[in-house]
Nanobody, 117 residues
Framework: QVQLVESGGGLVQPGGSLRLSCAASGSIFSINTMGWYRRAPGKQRELVAAITSGGSTNYADSVKGRFTISRDNAKNTVSLQMNSLKPEDTAVYYC???????????WGRGTQVTVSS
């Protein structure tokens, strides 16, 4: 089992910034990909950004150039720096990790991000 604890999120005005963090603990052996997904009201959950243990990143087109994902392998943490936030970024953001050896995924409880004036 892997436990994920998310922090960050909240209410921010358009154009503002927020930083999300997620710490993994438990059976963290073989975690390869860590990332963030989001679910906006009335929409399906979508990938926001992901990063492999080697540092390769993948971003949704809608956040490229505005969001930056980073990872600390020693601390088993993943962070998402979100700049130039837009109202359409409003969603619940979920931390995700994938363990390659067991081919399984774990999810955080989610943290609300609201972008509104």
């Amino acid at each position: 089992q892997v436990q994920l604890v998310e922090s960050g999120g909240g209410l921010v005005q358009p154009g503002g910034s927020l930083r999300l963090s997620c710490a993994a603990s438990g059976s963290i052996f073989s975690i390869n990909t860590m990332g963030w997904y989001r679910r906006a009201p009335g929409k399906q959950r979508e990938l926001v950004a992901a990063i492999t243990s080697g540092g390769s990143t993948n971003y949704a087109d809608s956040v490229k150039g505005r969001f930056t994902i980073s990872r600390d392998n020693a601390k088993n943490t993943v962070s998402l720096q979100m700049n130039s936030l837009k109202p359409e970024d409003t969603a619940v953001y979920y931390c995700n990790v994938h363990r390659g050896f067991w081919n399984d995924d774990y999810w955080g409880r989610g943290t609300q991000v609201t972008v509104s004036s």
